[in-house]
């Protein structure tokens, strides 16, 4: 099992930075790639970003070179930084972990950015 807690949700004006973090705990060494999904209000849950274990990465077309994914050293936090915010990048954030088999969901943090 993984457990995940999202932080470091909040306010911010147009075109500004927000960093929002993800610790996961449990059998973390099953984990074979860590991300984030978005959900706005009345729309679906849309893909953001992806990091597997080797640090690849890969960004959704709508976030690409505003948003970075990262982990730290022991690879058990996923971040993502996102700078040049819009309006349209407010919504909840959930942070995933994939394993082998079943995917893992954290609480959400919610992302608002005002005009």
């Known amino acids: 099992q993984v457990q995940l807690v999202e932080s470091g949700g909040g306010g911010v004006q147009a075109g500004g930075s927000l960093r929002i973090s993800c610790a996961a705990s449990?059998?973390?060494?099953?984990?074979?790639?860590m991300g984030w999904y978005r959900q706005a209000p009345g729309k679906q849950r849309e893909w953001v970003a992806t990091i597997t274990t080797g640090g690849v990465t890969d960004y959704a077309g709508s976030v690409k070179g505003r948003f970075t994914i990262s982990t730290n050293t022991a690879r058990n936090t996923v971040y993502l930084q996102m700078n040049s915010l819009k309006s349209e990048d407010t919504a909840v954030y959930y942070c995933y972990a994939r394993t082998i088999g079943k995917n893992y969901w954290g609480q959400g943090t919610q992302v608002t950015v005002s005009s």
């Open positions: 449990g059998t973390i060494a099953s984990i074979i790639a």
